[in-house]
């Protein structure tokens, strides 16, 4: 957390720490350790997940050299009107990230018509981070049922579930973090107004006025992310059907089968298709207006996966090793004794994505160390494994955007905002989604319905 929160890179200190750990468990481990633990876990990462990284991260930047994002964000402001400018904000990031586009090409895609819809209705530009991030950071990224973002993969691996898992428990979850976050944020606007405090001056990073240059049709621009929406639960249910529980290659050498346990990446391969399809489908409609930038596009949106990727698969590698050490069985025994297996897991997966500062890292550092003892646990208790994806999912999305998460850091950069400025704000959203985490485990006790 101390590096991550200084600027230093995980990539180099992930190692650092774990073997650090180890060196003081016992230093003749340390190699064995990096090679057969770090970097195993490291590589089996990217080989599950980098696809999924790299595919949503293209199609984020076609929809956005399509001018596709900024025609659904003006589409948005039209509808709701500029008077609801914080609802507006919301529900664009909302449609954006549900759509498959990355948390950070949000942040650039939202801000110049968020910081202007802001400076006119008088609204202070430090509520701003919070709004966005209650639309792009929230609901959308692990609630809601059969979103694309990476939140809602990784669970499947470990559960055999899809992205639809438990969609009543989502569709709860997302409902009572937009009501009270949106009664949040309104009420911390009537007590800026209050006080006479409008949009503020001489603040920094301010963008250019939108020169409202022709846009594409919006009704042509919200395709692709429905495109996406849509077959990724169609492949979802169609690929097992397909291929069955595993699929074997028999090799014409005559060499040893290759077989592919398809029930714990089928969900994976339904989004990779989807998004697939996705950017097929921007190009199909904008291949002119995208041709000229794209080589420059998509070579930025690769810079970004790896950076992505390789963060969290070190965090992922970090966990590995620190979950082989005795320390950890001793922090994993104090969690045993929380009876209860949804409230483990929830407390589990958000102390993890808090401590990491990325709900990736944390929830993949938990799921890989414990995900059998929440399985064997929820057996026991008669609790469907979708229900423990979704709240996997939910809780990594809870306690993950401290002051040190790569996506808040980047947030509050491109707004030209501090931590001392917009941070409270972002922090009262974080503890409304992570109290929504217990909200929707008592939903299905209470109710039954998951």
């Known amino acids: 957390m101390f590096v991550a929160y200084r600027g230093f890179s995980v990539i180099i200190f992930a190692p650092v720490a774990a073997l650090g750990a180890v060196l003081f468990t016992d230093p003749s481990l340390v190699p064995a350790m990096f090679t057969s633990v770090f970097m195993d876990k490291m590589a089996g990462f990217i080989k599950l997940y980098f696809p999924v990284f790299l595919l949503g991260a293209v199609f984020g930047k076609v929809i956005e050299l399509s001018g596709f994002s900024k025609s659904i964000v003006s589409a948005v402001i039209k509808l709701v009107g500029r008077d609801r400018a914080m609802f507006s904000i919301v529900l664009v990031s909302a449609i954006l990230t549900y759509g498959g586009v990355s948390v950070f090409v949000v942040v650039f895609a939202v801000y110049p018509f968020a910081a202007e819809m802001f400076r006119q209705s008088g609204i202070p530009k430090r509520l701003l981070p919070g709004t966005i991030a209650l639309g792009a950071f929230s609901f959308t990224m692990d609630a809601m049922p059969g979103t694309p973002q990476i939140q809602n993969i990784i669970p499947s691996a470990f559960f055999k579930t899809n992205a639809w898992a438990a969609p009543w428990l989502g569709l709860v979850g997302s409902v009572f973090i937009l009501l009270v976050g949106l009664t949040?944020?309104?009420?911390?606007?009537?007590?800026?107004?209050?006080?006479?405090?409008?949009?503020?001056e001489g603040h920094h990073n301010e963008p250019e006025p939108f020169s409202g240059e022709a846009l594409p049709n919006p009704w042509i621009a919200i395709l692709p992310l429905l495109a996406v929406g849509v077959l990724n639960r169609v492949f979802g249910a169609w690929i097992p059907q397909l291929y069955g529980s595993t699929h074997e290659i028999v090799l014409a050498s005559g060499g040893k089968p290759i077989v592919t346990e398809v029930s714990k990446v089928a969900a994976?391969?339904?989004v990779e298709a989807a998004l697939l399809v996705g950017i097929l489908t921007v190009l199909v409609f904008a291949f002119r207006t995208?041709?000229?930038?794209?080589?420059?596009?998509?070579?930025?949106?690769?810079?970004?996966?790896?950076?992505?990727?390789?963060?969290?698969a070190?965090?992922?590698?970090?966990?590995?090793?620190i979950a082989?050490?005795?320390?950890?069985?001793?922090?994993?025994?104090?969690?045993?004794?929380?009876?209860?297996?949804?409230?483990?897991?929830?407390?589990?997966?958000?102390t993890l994505a808090g401590i990491t500062g990325s709900a990736t890292g944390g929830m993949s550092i938990a799921l890989a160390a414990?995900?059998?003892?929440?399985?064997?646990?929820?057996?026991?208790?008669g609790i469907p494994m979708e229900v423990l994806h979704?709240?996997?999912?939910?809780?990594?999305?809870?306690?993950d955007t401290l002051p040190h998460n790569g996506a808040i850091i980047t947030l509050l950069a491109v707004t030209g905002l501090t931590h001392r400025?917009?941070?409270?704000?972002?922090?009262?959203?974080?503890?409304?989604?992570t109290v929504a985490v217990f909200v929707v485990i008592s939903f299905v006790y209470l109710t039954g319905l998951y």
């Open 184 to 200: 949040y944020l309104t009420w911390r606007r009537k007590q800026a107004a209050a006080r006479n405090e409008g949009y503020g």
């Open 268 to 270: 994976i391969w339904a």
């Open 290 to 312: 995208v041709k000229a930038k794209f080589a420059e596009g998509t070579k930025a949106a690769v810079s970004g996966t790896l950076l992505a990727s390789m963060n969290t």
């Open 314 to 321: 070190s965090e992922y590698g970090f966990g590995a090793v």
């Open 324 to 350: 082989i050490l005795p320390g950890f069985l001793i922090v994993a025994d104090a969690l045993k004794a929380i009876p209860n297996p949804l409230i483990n897991e929830a407390i589990t997966v958000t």
């Open 370 to 381: 414990m995900s059998e003892q929440f399985i064997a646990a929820a057996n026991v208790a």
């Open 390 to 399: 979704r709240v996997a999912s939910m809780a990594s999305g809870g306690m």
């Open 421 to 433: 400025q917009a941070y409270g704000d972002i922090f009262a959203i974080t503890c409304i989604k």
